[in-house]
């Protein structure tokens, strides 16, 4: 079906950020954070490899994925000086395996349940060639001996969004050491 010219298009919304707390109160706002205080996710070592995400989201329902935030705070003592963080996005999503991280609505007032689902540590088959698009990507630089630095693994929100059946997933890589975050990511489901 074409897309008719009064269809919504969400993306200007989320530009506004006095828009983002419209659709909290909405109960339209979902999230995930650690799952028990003081326990960290933790990333892989060395070479990025396509198949091993640090966190993944699966869009299984029918409305839009539109990322807002992803908070994270590198913990522990580490070795690296360079962290590379690689957000990208499939068309159709392929996953294998992983740490299921329950969603909540940021609206506890809200009976809406999140249609994403979200995991760490997860596992992914070799993709469809042209099915992953690179999004975003940065490196993170850090003192060597202490783990202090915080970044925002999305550029800015509402910077790509997720179609039904579509998948993100944030890697991060550590060149001698496995990275440990404490996280807040969120995102908003929007009908389109």
């Known amino acids: 079906?074409?897309?008719?010219?009064s269809d919504k298009i969400p993306l200007p919304l989320i530009r506004n950020m006095d828009s983002i707390?419209?659709?909290?109160?909405?109960?339209?706002?979902?999230?995930?954070?650690?799952?028990?205080?003081?326990?960290?996710?933790?990333?892989?070592?060395?070479?990025?490899?396509?198949?091993?995400p640090t966190f993944t989201f699966r869009n299984t329902g029918s409305k839009v994925m539109i990322?807002?935030?992803?908070?994270?705070?590198?913990t522990g003592v580490v070795a690296d000086i360079r962290i590379k963080i690689h957000v990208s996005t499939l068309d159709t999503?392929?996953?294998?395996?992983?740490?299921?991280?329950?969603?909540f609505n940021r609206n506890q007032w809200s009976s809406n349940a999140s249609t994403v689902m979200a995991?760490?540590?997860?596992?992914?088959?070799?993709?469809?060639?042209?099915?992953?698009k690179l999004v975003h990507t940065m490196d993170?630089?850090?003192?060597?001996?202490?783990?202090n630095a915080d970044t925002d693994g999305f550029p800015e929100p509402g910077f790509t969004m997720i179609r039904p059946g579509g998948q993100l997933d944030i890697y991060t890589v550590g060149s001698t050491s496995?990275?440990?975050?404490?996280?807040?990511?969120?995102?908003?489901e929007l009908e389109v």
Do not use: C, D
Request: no cysteine.
């Open 140 to 147: 993170m630089f850090q003192t060597v001996t202490a783990a």
């Open 93 to 103: 999503g392929q996953f294998t395996s992983g740490t299921a991280i329950t969603a």
């Open 119 to 132: 995991f760490s540590s997860a596992t992914l088959p070799a993709f469809t060639t042209g099915n992953q």
């Open 21 to 52: 707390n419209t659709l909290v109160e909405e109960g339209k706002v979902f999230g995930i954070a650690n799952t028990a205080v003081g326990t960290a996710v933790t990333g892989p070592t060395g070479a990025y490899v396509a198949t091993t």
């Open 67 to 74: 990322p807002l935030f992803a908070k994270m705070h590198q």
């Open 178 to 188: 496995a990275p440990s975050w404490f996280f807040n990511i969120e995102w908003a």
């Open 1 to 5: 079906m074409a897309r008719q010219t």
